[in-house]
């Protein structure tokens, strides 16, 4: 399929709108999840599977699930990259991950479909350039990390880290209470949601809910639900920085967000707001957040991803005061993973039977 032609059919399948609630598993209601307005069979390539490879992290039951759902299709069950490399011949979609060598040995691959939403280091193959369709796990993830963020604004605000630094020590020491910046109450406070996608939206309403004012920013559209006060594009986040108590990185990896959030943008927060990172840790200039922090720039940040990651034992953030740090574990709860094996099993029976797929990604602009 050639460039032109590639473009014109994924702008056609992103522009779906939300698919209809009664033609979702309960498990996937309410999270907007999108359904191509192209059926599978309508697409360039597609014909009924036979065969198809499945990364199985979740266990045997997962192909189960998956049978049931594509009777008389072929699934070959793999525990990781080198085995799909060797299984992927033949065979025409790919379950579970993305991977350079399964790519390059694949000789029918039509789809790939992943369990989670960064597809960053998947749409960047060569193997992702030809035609191949790639759906995700966009929007599944979002109630757990939007819990996720929730916990790091309270807990900064009302100086857990603290407390629970001193709680080692037996150390009974109150006055952080009235020493910390910004410690007190999270209703009337702003809070500035930078990428109001499927995660970013989770955030602002529960935000929202608890009484905070939202602002927010979208690479797509200035379009965004009746709560969020003000939806800014993508290069408006600096300028509504000034604002916020709290800002919330919520934003993918592509290349207009890589270092965003870097010495100008600490620079343009205010001294006693606090920086949320649930996004991905290299849309923040981990050197110009250390400097801001270190220096009084802001008054603290809660990460949940960092640059680099795994974060090395001896890295100076593990030790900067008002850091809150986890290791990239915002997504994970056992109703995330519950939803991933319902939409894969929704996008399988979908494909097989050539109806519309769900969460299809739009490979050139990377999301």
Sequence with gaps: MSSFLRAIFFSIVIASGATAAAALPDSLQGLGLRESSVASRDMPGWEKPQRIVVW?????????????????????????????????????ALIGFCDEAVLEAADQLHWVQVFFAGVEDCVSLPGMQSGVVLTNGQRLSGPAIADHTIALTYALLRGIDVFHGNQATGDWDRSASSTLRSFGELSGRTMLVVGLGGIGTEVAQRANALGMRILATRGSSREGPDYVEYVGLGDEAIKLAPQADIVVNAVPLIDATRGMFNKAFFTAMK???????????????????????TSGQIAGAGLDVTEPEPLPADHPLWNTPRVIITPHVAATSAETFSRMQALVTENLRRYVAGEPLLSVVDIQRGY
């Design 271 to 293: 001294p006693d707001a606090y920086y949320i990172s649930v996004g991905r840790g290299q849309t923040t200039v981990t050197a110009d957040l250390l400097a801001a922090l």
């Design 56 to 92: 199985v992290p979740f266990g045997p039951q997962l192909v189960q699930q998956l049978q049931a759902a594509a009777p008389g299709v072929e699934l070959v069950a793999v525990s990781d990259a080198q085995a799909a490399a060797k299984a992927v011949p033949g065979s025409q």
